[in-house]
């Protein structure tokens, strides 16, 4: 027997975890731009843990080697505000029969990303929850994977009145710190009370309830309306929570925890937590892959961490901020999913003083090589999965964030779903890409 060999692979091994450990704690330069950029996080880290769906030491749903393959669609009771009026556009006739028919004739669009708001339960409960089982079931019927994103956009209709949906009217009941249109993007100094509250488990409703629990009890009427059909593929937590100050990585990880655990008690399926508002370098939250890995949920068993991508990942900032994604679910140990999928151009402005980037209308589209080096570089890299944004019976001012027209007969007032040239080129770089 040769103890003497194994206590030295004992020692060894001792001696590779102090270093990874040192590596992971004190990393040979510590400003934000570096841990930004790193293709590796941790020494020996397996580089091709996103080459399948299982990820690291995940169980995720099968799917086979493939990623999900698919496109963001909006809703109609799903999507109204409570603190302003509903759509001035008519909801279209056959919708979801006619949308999901569409997606499964591509042969190649295998789920969508429905977006829903809490507000909008609130608004209308029964409408809300009978329209979800719709779109269950036409998915049903089609094939069609659906992922339940729990959205939020500018934090409420109550905070931002003119675009903001999200979280319901209730919870902004203190009207010294949250005047109707105080605003509900990051740089409002009410959205950021808001949030703050939030991450602490303080905004309660006016019966005392904390808004935690609230939002869990909200998720499980979703899960129990459409968990039973085989087309829910899974439950984003909530889209792009705002965090204002460093120790809120730790708060946001604890909410996921928290809302994952609740969810574990009546679903199996995947549950996805999204990267957080704002995405910025020089923010006072310590931006870096090791701080955004801290809002993983404790919990990870079929779990998978959800960015946004609006420009080309091959140079520049996008892809620094792929980098940023990967490291951190890396760390975090769950596979990748790119929830939204875009191409725009942003421009410099002036608000209050400070230069802020807005998206160029006029300039900002997206070509048929343009989606197809995104999508490449996606599948390069093993991405879970990802999602155009946007399919909607809403017009965009920006053409290519609209994959569809919608034409209504000036007699009848029938609709009819147009594909804009815009559905093609997705279509084709999925082809071009994966070749089926």
């Known amino acids: ?7 030295t692979q004992g020692v060894s091994l001792i001696i590779v975890l102090i270093l990874i450990s040192a590596y992971i704690l004190f990393p040979k330069n510590n400003s934000v731009i570096s841990v930004y950029a790193q293709q590796t996080v941790m020494p020996g880290l397996n580089n091709d843990i996103f080459a399948s769906k299982a990820g690291t030491n995940q169980s995720l749903e099968g799917h086979g080697n493939a990623p999900y393959l698919g496109v963001n669609i909006r809703g109609y009771y799903t999507s109204m505000p409570q603190a302003r009026e509903g759509f001035k556009q008519s909801f279209p006739s056959n919708y979801y029969e006619n949308s999901f028919k569409i997606f499964s004739q ?10 829903f708001y809490w507000e909008s339960y609130e608004r209308d409960p029964i409408a809300f929850l009978e329209e979800l089982e719709v779109v269950a079931s036409t998915a049903d019927k089609y094939g069609i994977n659906v992922i339940y994103d729990n959205h939020q956009f500018r934090t409420s209709s109550w905070l931002s009145v003119g675009q903001g949906t999200g979280f319901p009217t209730y919870l902004f009941n203190d009207p010294l710190l949250y005047q109707q249109g105080s605003g509900g993007a990051v740089k409002y100094s009410a959205a950021e009370t ?20 609230l939002q869990a009890e909200f998720l499980k009427k979703v899960v129990a309306t459409v968990d039973k059909h085989r087309s829910t593929l899974g439950y984003e937590i909530l889209s792009e929570p705002q965090i204002h100050t460093k120790d809120q990585w730790t708060k946001i990880g604890a909410f996921n925890s928290f809302i994952t655990d609740e969810l574990r008690k009546i679903t199996n399926k995947t549950l996805i937590y999204s990267v ?33 991508m609006y420009g080309s990942p091959s140079t520049g900032y996008h892809n620094e901020k792929l980098k940023l994604y990967l490291n951190a ?15 725009v151009k942003r421009i410099p402005t002036l608000n209050e003083g400070k230069k802020i980037w807005r998206v160029d209308m006029n300039k900002s589209d997206i070509s048929q090589s343009e989606a197809n080096n995104i999508v490449a570089k996606f599948k390069e890299l093993g991405i879970w999965g990802m999602a155009y944004w946007d399919w909607s019976f809403v017009p965009n001012r920006i053409p290519n964030f609209n994959l569809v027209n919608i034409a209504y007969d000036s007699l009848t007032g029938e609709s009819t779903i147009q594909p804009t040239k815009y559905f093609q080129i997705m279509k084709n770089s999925y082809k071009h890409a994966y070749g089926y």
Not at 106 to 115: G, M, P, S
Not at 194 to 202: A, E, L
Not at 291 to 298: H, T
Not at 329 to 338: D, K
């Open 1 to 7: 027997m040769n103890t003497g060999g194994k206590f």
């Open 106 to 115: 591509t042969k190649i669009i295998d789920h969508v990303r429905f977006r």
């Open 194 to 213: 808001w949030w703050t509250k939030w991450w602490d488990r303080s905004v309660k409703s006016t019966n005392g309830t904390d808004g935690w629990t």
């Open 276 to 308: 957080n508002l704002p995405l910025d370098m020089k923010d006072a939250t310590q931006l870096d892959a090791l701080n955004i890995g801290k809002m993983a949920p404790l919990h990870k068993k079929n779990v998978v961490f959800k960015m946004n």
């Open 329 to 343: 679910s890396r760390i975090a140990g769950v596979p990748l999913y790119v929830g939204e999928w875009n191409y």
